[in-house]
């Protein structure tokens, strides 16, 4: 291993109070990933990226090893499956290197890796792709795929798709065809907007009543791409029929059950994606100035968003303090905080240990930071910014990594993003010094010399796309531009929710 990838061996040769440098950290990573884990199993290669290594030998596990704490299954794809939705902020490290090195070759890989999911990943029945929460494509078989089923399961998006230029310059009628489909074979009822997060990728086969805030911010972002393209009246339709749903579901609190099968649970850490999605779908609604154009559906829209921001501003969140912090997860009568399972005293964000359901301080502060970012001063913009920088005070007194916790790689990925966002905002050079300490710790804890990838967690040794380590190396990168006033802006990731 060290004979194929010296760099990264001589890189952790530093203890973890000196800097490594993270460039060549990444770089060797990217690397390892391109030489052994572009797809080169079953008779048709492709561009994909597999989503699962062991870490020494640098291919497919023999045996799906067990996986990170709070990490199901169902999540997970296989030993060769490949899942283009949870690993975009790889292909965001892999253009971001292109730009940082000159070597061209890391965004050509990104760009065809994304381009042969539609062509490999799209279903002829439905249109959708084989992604996201329980979708992959196994590269051994060159099927779509459900781990642990003999079928594939349900289409649900687990991240947005951020890509969508690229794609549509290159496949537009792909890329069309996803949107329509998640219009046609995803949405239950037209009329009122029902769904389900879930739907049968292989045939028509929408569901209904789990009708998540974020999956819906994502289809409306997705809808209002493509009506900015095509102006296919469908498209507004589609936007208008999860807009009126949510918007009837608010209550006078302006909070927002999480789904229909679960009166009294809101996920406001998630409804903050919605308000987001609903902001930037606006813009693609609104009439260009001097043009007469019909921009009903993008007030429609900022109303939903601007109410939105008033329940998880009303709601008592408590980010200055280490034990508790936002209230991510409420009762959405009265806002008090509640776990997703029942009405226990959990609800509120945890300074770390990821899980389903779980969210993080540096998760949730990062989708306050993005949607602040979008609001003028003068509005809640500053409420919003009040408690970004709250929690990125509270990850700057973080003295190191909870190791009591299986730590997905993703955790402190986040807070050193929320870190670098809070020195990018306030110039104010102790967020830095805090973010440089978490990524100095950060590569000791998921990078050893017996390997060039990181690990899944701070417990599990294989490398897995599932838990985030992309987002730990787009991290990486951000501190080092910081730290050398790069010419390359490394953006604060809005993917991990």
Not at 309 to 323: C, I
Not at 343 to 369: D, E, F, R
Request: charged residues 25%; negative net charge; hydrophobic residues 35%.
């Amino acid at each position: 291993m060290s004979l194929a990838f010296p760099r990264l061996v001589a890189a952790q040769q530093n203890p973890p109070t000196e800097a490594p440098d993270y460039l060549r950290v990444v770089r060797t990573s990217v690397d390892a990933l391109l030489e052994r884990g572009v797809d080169r199993w079953g008779d048709n290669h492709t561009a994909l990226i597999i989503s699962i290594l062991d870490r020494k030998t640098l291919e497919p596990p023999a045996k799906l090893p067990g996986g990170s704490a709070g990490v199901r299954n169902s999540d997970r794809t296989n030993e060769y499956g490949s899942n283009a939705n949870i690993q975009q902020n790889l292909y965001r490290v892999m253009m971001l290197l292109s730009d940082l090195t000159d070597d061209p070759r890391y965004r050509a890989a990104a760009e065809a890796a994304l381009v042969d999911l539609l062509r490999y990943g799209q279903s002829p029945e439905t249109g959708l792709l084989g992604w996201g929460e329980h979708l992959f494509i196994d590269l051994r078989s060159e099927q779509v795929a459900s781990n642990g089923q003999e079928t594939p399961s349900y289409h649900e998006m687990k991240k947005k798709l951020i890509f969508w230029d690229l794609l549509h310059q290159r496949e537009p009628k792909r890329l069309l065809t996803f949107a329509r489909g998640v219009w046609d074979h995803q949405i239950y009822d037209h009329k009122t907007g029902d769904f389900s997060r879930h739907a049968s990728w292989h045939k028509h086969g929408p569901r209904r009543g789990y009708d998540f805030t974020k999956e819906g911010g994502y289809m409306i972002a997705l809808w209002s791409q493509a009506y900015e393209e095509a102006e296919d009246p469908v498209y507004r339709q589609a936007v208008e029929s999860l807009a009126r749903r949510y918007t009837r579901k608010l209550n006078e609190r302006n909070l927002l059950d999480y789904d229909s099968v679960r009166p009294n649970y809101c996920n406001n850490g998630h409804n903050i994606t919605l308000a987001f999605e609903c902001q930037q779908a606006a813009e693609r609604f609104r009439a260009p100035q001097g043009e007469e154009k019909d921009d009903a559906t993008a007030k429609r829209l900022v109303e939903l968003a601007s109410r939105i921001d008033q329940g998880f501003l009303g709601v008592n969140h408590a980010v200055g303090d280490p034990h508790r912090g936002f209230i991510a997860t409420s009762l959405t009568e009265d806002g008090q905080p509640c776990d997703r399972d029942g009405p226990g005293p959990g609800g509120y964000s945890v300074l770390w240990g990821m899980g389903y359901g779980k969210q993080t301080t540096a998760m949730v502060a990062l989708h306050v930071y993005h949607r602040a970012k979008q609001l003028p001063p003068g509005t809640v913009r500053e409420a919003y910014l009040d408690l970004f920088r709250e929690a990125a005070d509270v990850y700057k007194q973080v003295d190191a990594i909870d190791r009591e916790k299986d730590v997905w790689a993703c955790e402190p990925g986040m807070a050193i993003l929320l870190l670098v966002a809070a020195h990018r905002e306030t110039g104010d050079a102790s967020y830095l010094k805090a973010a440089e300490r978490l990524a100095r710790q950060s590569v000791a804890m998921f990078w050893d010399e017996s390997s060039p990838l990181p690990k899944a967690s701070s417990r599990k040794s294989h490398y897995e796309a599932m838990t985030g380590a992309d987002t730990l190396m787009l991290a990486l990168l951000a501190v080092h531009t910081a730290r050398n006033d790069s010419r390359v802006d490394v953006p604060i990731s809005d993917l991990d929710k």
